[in-house]
Structures are given as C-alpha cells and as structure tokens.
C-alpha cells in the first residue's frame, strides 16, 4: 500500500482492501445481466483503490477499529468515485479507461450515465447503515462532486483568475472524496471532532498535490504510462500552464501562445514540451505542489502519534516524490 510503512499496518490494510474489492463486486451487482456487467466493468479493470487505502489507513488512528462500518465506507467511497469515472468518461468522449474500452464507447452514452447513477443510488444505499452523519458528509460529497464537473464543464466566469478555477475544481472533484475517506476512517476509529477536521483538512491538501501532480507529470514525465502532452494536446489546463499564461514577459507570451495552438501535430508537440520543460515555471509549479503536502502534513499534528499517521504523511510525500 502506499504509505505503508508499519508491517503490522500494512497487513491490516491489505486484509481490508481484499474485502473491499469482493464486496465492490457484490455491490455493484443488479437485477439484470446487462447492468451487472456494466456497473462491474471498471471495477474488475482495477485501480488503486487509493481512497479505500486512506479509509482502511485513518481507521488504525484511533483506539478500536468498527470493522463493519469500515468494510461499509470503504465501499461507498470506491464506488462514489467509481460512478463519477462514468460520468467523467461521457463529458470527455474518452474511449479507453484503464486499459480498456470505456463503458460509453462499449454501450453508449445513455447507458454509462445511467450506471454511473446507479453507482451513486447504491453507495447511498450502503452509507444509509451508518447513520445520518454518514449519510450527510455523504450526500455533501456528492454534491461537490458534481458542482466541480459543472466548473469544469463551463470554464471560469468573465474577469475570474483561470488558476483559481482551475484549483477550486480540483478541491471538488478530486479534494472532497479524499477528505470524506480520511473522515469515514477517523470516524470508524472513534475520534473526536478537532480530529475529524484535521483529517478533512489534511484530505483536501492530498487531492490538490494528487490532482497537481498529475498536471505536471503530463509535460515532464516520459514513464508514467500516459503518453507525455495528453492534456497538453487537448488544450486542458494544467497548474504549469496556467501559472505561465499570469506572465507578461514577451517569451513568456509567445510560449503561451503556443501552448493554446494546434498541437495536433507530434514534431510541434515536442517542440512545445521541450520548451515547457526546460521554462522556470516547471519548478515554481513544483513548489506549489510541495506547498500543498506542507500544508497536508501540518494537519496530522493534532493526530496521534501512531504509525497510521506516519503512513499518511508518506502518502502526501510519495505524491511529491512523484514530481521531484
């Protein structure tokens, strides 16, 4: 796992992932073949299951473990995050997730929206267990959720900061799932509110370094997987990009302008992306990154002193590590 630094942790957190990723299965199971095979289909193409990882982690901080309910949360924030990947796959016509054809480009897009809703009716009927708490920060997640793809979907307002958009979409999006899944585990280990908070806050400090540490890996990175220029080529903003378009300078200006060009073409491609990677603002975006993990680790002061704390300030370092 990730972070995991513990032997004694980390077999706890496995344990859990495994049951986690059988009752995924079980979870998005439905009354037909057709919507069964389509709610599964990302699930059984894998994933991290980072957002798990981080429930099953947080629980280990306090005293006593609620195995069922952590079984329970575990699920719901997976399959949150999963039916948002539907929707996600339709707003941006994609044709291959992890690895394989996208449920929209396998049915249609009908079809994957309406599993993608299925997803979320299924997680809210598995969090109704836990209580009217759970079921709020919930239903607030969700709500987030879907008001960062709107943000998205429409860019930002006349006269607004693209960079602030940019960074508020992301705390939705990404922010607010992660930091529900460091409460759902804080509150499965029975700790007290200023601890809540400090997870919440710690959460969405992940999601921004998760989130911005993507957008770089796009323009320097050639190991990763995903073919370097990805967003670059689609005209999607980036923390890199944005923060080189506030530039006034006359070389900064024209390197803009070539960013927001048709890069369609792979040889103009490179040429852009050997000229990103060789600007300053690959390191000032580096330090925006490190910022945000600065700020995350800060939140874990007020939390015990335990190896599940030591794991999650290492998942906010190896989300670093990832740019550095």
Same mark, same amino acid.
């Given at each position: 796992?990730?972070?995991?630094?513990?032997?004694?942790?980390?077999?706890?957190?496995?344990?859990?992932?495994?049951?986690?990723?059988?009752?995924?299965?079980?979870?998005? %199971?439905?009354?037909?073949?057709?919507?069964?095979?389509?709610?599964? #289909?990302?699930?059984?193409?894998?994933?991290?299951?980072?957002?798990?990882?981080?429930?099953?982690?947080?629980?280990?901080?306090?005293?006593?473990?609620?195995?069922?309910?952590?079984?329970?949360?575990? %699920?719901?924030?997976?399959?949150?995050?999963?039916?948002?990947?539907?929707?996600?796959?339709?707003?941006?016509?994609?044709?291959?997730?992890?690895?394989?054809?996208?449920?929209? %480009?396998?049915?249609?897009?009908?079809?994957?929206?309406?599993?993608?809703?299925?997803?979320?009716?299924?997680?809210?009927?598995?969090?109704?267990?836990?209580?009217?708490?759970?079921?709020?920060?919930?239903?607030?997640?969700?709500?987030?959720?879907?008001?960062?793809?709107?943000?998205?979907?429409?860019?930002?307002?006349?006269?607004?900061?693209?960079?602030? #958009?940019?960074?508020?979409?992301?705390?939705?999006?990404?922010?607010?799932?992660?930091?529900?899944?460091?409460?759902?585990?804080?509150?499965?280990?029975?700790?007290?509110?200023?601890?809540?908070?400090?997870?919440?806050?710690?959460?969405?400090?992940?999601?921004?370094?998760? %989130?911005?540490?993507?957008?770089?890996?796009?323009?320097?990175?050639?190991?990763?997987?995903?073919?370097?220029?990805?967003?670059?080529?689609?005209?999607?903003?980036t923390l890199?990009?944005?923060?080189l378009a506030?530039?006034?300078?006359?070389?900064?200006?024209?390197?803009?302008?070539?960013?927001q060009s048709?890069?369609?073409?792979?040889?103009?491609?490179?040429?852009?992306?050997?000229?990103?990677?060789?600007?300053?603002?690959?390191?000032?975006?580096?330090?925006?990154?490190?910022?945000?993990?600065?700020?995350?680790?800060? #939140?874990?002061?007020?939390?015990?002193?335990?190896?599940?704390?030591?794991?999650?300030?290492?998942?906010?370092?190896?989300?670093?590590?990832?740019?550095?």
């Amino acid at each position: 796992m990730p972070g995991a630094q513990d032997p004694g942790l980390e077999a706890a957190v496995r344990r859990r992932l495994e049951a986690v990723e059988e009752g995924l299965l079980v979870a998005a %199971q439905a009354n037909t073949a057709l919507v069964t095979e389509a709610a599964q #289909h990302i699930i059984r193409s894998g994933g991290k299951r980072f957002r798990p990882m981080l429930v099953a982690t947080a629980a280990e901080l306090g005293d006593r473990v609620d195995e069922d309910a952590l079984l329970v949360a575990a %699920q719901v924030v997976e399959l949150t995050h999963v039916a948002s990947l539907y929707h996600d796959d339709v707003m941006d016509e994609a044709e291959i997730r992890r690895g394989a054809p996208s449920a929209n %480009q396998r049915w249609q897009n009908s079809i994957a929206i309406l599993v993608g809703d299925y997803l979320f009716a299924r997680a809210s009927d598995l969090i109704s267990a836990l209580g009217p708490r759970w079921v709020q920060l919930q239903a607030r997640t969700f709500a987030r959720l879907v008001q960062g793809q709107i943000a998205e979907t429409v860019g930002p307002e006349p006269g607004a900061d693209p960079l602030a #958009h940019h960074l508020a979409v992301l705390a939705d999006k990404t922010g607010s799932l992660i930091a529900t899944s460091a409460v759902f585990g804080g509150l499965t280990a029975g700790l007290g509110e200023q601890q809540l908070d400090a997870l919440a806050a710690y959460g969405e400090e992940v999601g921004l370094v998760f %989130q911005l540490s993507d957008d770089l890996i796009d323009i320097t990175s050639d190991v990763t997987g995903k073919e370097p220029g990805t967003d670059l080529r689609a005209g999607v903003p980036t923390l890199p990009t944005l923060m080189l378009a506030r530039s006034e300078r006359a070389e900064d200006v024209d390197l803009t302008q070539a960013v927001q060009s048709d890069l369609s073409d792979p040889a103009r491609l490179a040429e852009v992306l050997g000229r990103l990677r060789a600007h300053p603002v690959i390191e000032e975006a580096r330090e925006v990154i490190r910022a945000h993990a600065r700020t995350a680790l800060r #939140h874990l002061d007020v939390l015990p002193d335990v190896p599940a704390r030591q794991a999650l300030a290492a998942v906010a370092t190896q989300l670093v590590d990832r740019v550095s």
